[in-house]
């Protein structure tokens, strides 16, 4: 009898090819550019293999990382992006899981706020408020919509410093193979 190795939570933890979690450690030494290429990189596998979340999220990190340098447009269609993949967990969820499509909403209105784009935003977020009210109409309380541009970093650009290109090329290249929008 041949017994197979079973792989446990903490050997995918601490598995080294996981280019997501590769790239929160280069993220979290300061290594941004790296980080962002790492980052791009998960989306696209993760887009490939039909994880809408992680690629939703790996490319909010990849804009997260773009931010601390001066690239605004870049960190804006990353965001955009995010926003869009998030927005097709939106449709997949709709007949299948409230508290997915819930949350996807709450994921697309936050990215579209950080790309710029208040009306999307608001839409998104006329949907969230509709469909929260009819789960839970007692435990929601709406403040008045606000898409101001929001920054999700605390800590200083490093204004000095511009993106690299390989960081550039990346970005292109993955948005050339998986759609701009």
């Known amino acids: 009898m041949v017994v197979l190795p079973v792989k446990t ?15 929160c450690g280069l993220e979290d030494i300061g290594n941004y550019a790296d980080a962002a290429m790492l980052y791009l990189k998960d989306a ?6 039909g994880s809408f979340s992680r690629a939703g999220l790996s490319c909010s ?3 997260d ?5 001066k690239a605004d447009a870049i ?5 955009f992006k995010s926003a869009s993949i998030y927005m097709e967990i939106v449709k997949s969820s709709r007949h299948k899981s409230i508290r997915k499509w819930l949350w996807s909403l709450q994921k697309a209105y936050e990215n579209f706020v950080l790309a710029g ?4 935003a608001d839409s998104i977020l006329d949907e969230y408020v509709a469909l929260a009210k009819r ?10 919509k606000s898409t101001k541009p929001i920054t999700k970093n605390s800590s200083p650009r490093q204004s000095n410093m511009e993106l690299p290109s390989k ?6 290249l993955f948005l050339e193979q998986h759609g701009s929008n």
């Open 167 to 172: 960081v550039t090329d990346a970005l292109n």
């Open 65 to 69: 990382c773009i931010t601390r340098f």
């Open 44 to 49: 696209s596998e993760s887009l490939k293999i």
């Open 75 to 79: 960190s804006k269609k990353l965001y």
């Open 61 to 63: 990190c990849a804009a």
């Open 135 to 144: 789960v839970q109409p007692s435990r929601l309380e709406v403040k008045s």
């Open 9 to 23: 939570l903490i050997d995918r933890l601490t598995d080294e090819s996981n280019n997501w979690l590769n790239a």
């Open 117 to 120: 784009e208040a009306s999307k």
